[in-house]
């Protein structure tokens, strides 16, 4: 009887062909998304996230009733008309609370993404020029951008405006936050300009901005996205306390000012408790959601924090 080579093999021992399968499955990366789905945090940050996102884009349908409207009669109690009950200015509480979170998403959208760019820009190019007179003169600006206390200047540059808006507090928080993470940006960009891929673009005849922003900045992208995480979680936070000293906005309706009004007019004193802690913790838990979402970020520049 003839035998062939399949017939000396291992009842369980697979064949090259599944062999070369299993290892080209095992080697496979995971994508970005998958990394930080991965992280059970991450995963609730985001699902929250989401679903603060769809209520602000949603508001109008989401909303009883115009957040602005005070027709209704004040110090109402959380009825079916009136989830939260009504104000003393008899506005609905339920109403203002879902519209509120367009500011909240807005400032920390526009306000990290702005901050993120002005820390990118200024750390690379520092970093990149390292020991040269672009390096000095912004590693110059960096550092007194540090030193300087952010609050109080946030705080001065507010009161003294003339005109008071959404946008003016992006523009004045991106300015007064990107300092931290162009000091980080700089120093990563160090250790990654001698690299082999830089000095072959180098030698191709590439120029500097091409080999920052083409070249190495990809290579940081999960330093980039963590920044842009802290930067919007910071920006929310500041506006809300902005607001709450009375710098915000009063012609729209934020959780910020939501709680401005209920202290000025001692909601707790008149037992309107939903309506200082529900912006309260509508805010917590955002800002609870976003630095959740970090802890999936920081698997993608350290895999060792990755679970099994």
């Given at each position: 009887m003839?035998?062939?080579?399949?017939?000396?093999?291992?009842?369980?021992?697979?064949?090259?062909?599944?062999?070369?399968?299993?290892?080209?499955?095992?080697?496979?990366?995971d994508s970005w998304w998958q990394v930080v789905w991965s992280s059970k945090k991450a995963r609730v940050g985001l699902v929250i996230l989401g679903l603060y996102v769809l209520m602000a884009v949603f508001a109008p349908l989401i909303a009883p009733h115009d957040?602005?409207?005070?027709?209704?009669?004040p110090l109402l109690p959380p009825s079916g008309e009136h989830w939260l009950g009504t104000n003393t200015n008899g506005r609905d509480i339920a109403s203002q609370l879902i519209f509120g979170s367009?500011?909240?998403?807005?400032?920390?959208?526009?306000?990290?993404?702005?901050?993120?760019?002005i820390a990118l820009v200024v750390g690379l190019v520092?970093?990149?020029?390292?020991?040269?007179?672009?390096?000095?003169?912004?590693?110059?600006?960096?550092?007194?951008?540090l030193v300087i206390p952010?609050?109080?200047?946030?705080?001065?540059?507010?009161?003294?405006?003339?005109?008071?808006?959404?946008?003016?507090?992006?523009?004045?928080?991106?300015?007064?936050?990107?300092a931290g993470a162009a000091r980080g940006k700089r120093a990563q960009?160090?250790?990654?300009?001698?690299?082999?891929?830089?000095?072959?673009?180098?030698?191709?005849?590439?120029?500097?901005?091409?080999?920052?922003?083409?070249?190495?900045?990809?290579?940081?992208?999960?330093?980039?996205?963590?920044?842009?995480?802290?930067?919007a979680t910071g920006a929310?936070?500041?506006?809300?306390?902005?607001?709450?000293?009375?710098?915000?906005?009063?012609?729209?309706?934020?959780?910020?000012?939501m709680l401005y009004q209920a202290d000025a007019q001692g909601a707790i004193q008149q037992g309107l408790l939903t309506w200082i802690f529900a912006p309260g913790l509508a805010l917590a838990i955002l800002i609870t959601a976003m630095s959740f979402i970090n802890f999936g970020v920081d698997l993608l520049s350290n895999p060792h924090l990755r679970e099994d």
């Open positions: 003839s035998t062939t080579p399949n017939d000396f093999m291992a009842e369980g021992e697979p064949d090259q062909g599944q062999a070369v399968e299993q290892v080209g499955s095992s080697t496979t990366p957040p602005l409207d005070g027709s209704f009669t367009r500011i909240s998403l807005l400032v920390g959208l526009f306000g990290g993404a702005l901050a993120t760019a520092s970093g990149y020029t390292e020991g040269t007179i672009v390096d000095d003169v912004l590693s110059f600006v960096t550092n007194v951008a952010a609050l109080p200047l946030i705080i001065t540059l507010v009161a003294y405006s003339d005109t008071r808006g959404v946008w003016l507090i992006v523009g004045i928080i991106a300015l007064t936050s990107w960009i160090i250790t990654l300009r001698n690299r082999d891929f830089v000095t072959s673009a180098k030698f191709s005849g590439e120029g500097s901005a091409r080999i920052i922003f083409s070249e190495i900045m990809p290579n940081m992208s999960s330093l980039v996205v963590a920044g842009f995480v802290g930067a929310v936070g500041a506006e809300a306390g902005l607001a709450v000293l009375g710098l915000g906005d009063t012609r729209s309706v934020s959780w910020g000012t």
